[in-house]
């Protein structure tokens, strides 16, 4: 008896944010996944992207996306570098 299972592997993929809610908070992934951000109007939200926008203004490759899943902000010749605001992880 040979079964042939068909799996759709689109559907497993995830990206990053996704885990990283996962760690932090089961709640705040369930909102993501339904599209409810509250976050946007943060101001430490925005610090971020000012910083992400003005760091390494000499580095010529910024925001590289792969497979729409994971989102690089620079790549070196050795090197992949992520701007962050901080490297803390605030737990709810």
């Known amino acids: 008896m040979n079964?042939?299972?068909?799996?759709?592997l689109d559907s497993l993929k995830t990206n990053g944010i996704k885990l990283n809610y996962l760690?932090?908070?089961?709640?705040?992934l369930w909102l993501f996944d339904r599209g409810i951000q509250m976050e946007q109007?943060?101001?430490k939200v925005l610090m971020?992207?000012?910083l992400e926008e003005?760091?390494?203004?000499?580095?010529?490759k910024k925001k590289i996306l792969i497979d729409n899943l994971i989102?690089?902000?620079?790549?070196?010749e050795n090197e992949i570098r992520e701007?962050?605001?901080?490297?803390?992880?605030?737990?709810?």
């Open 23 to 28: 760690y932090v908070c089961e709640r705040k």
């Open 41 to 43: 109007n943060s101001d």
């Open 48 to 50: 971020g992207k000012l």
């Open 54 to 60: 003005n760091s390494y203004p000499k580095e010529n």
């Open 71 to 76: 989102n690089i902000d620079i790549v070196g």
């Open 3 to 8: 079964k042939e299972i068909e799996i759709d």
């Open 83 to 92: 701007v962050k605001y901080s490297n803390r992880v605030v737990y709810n």
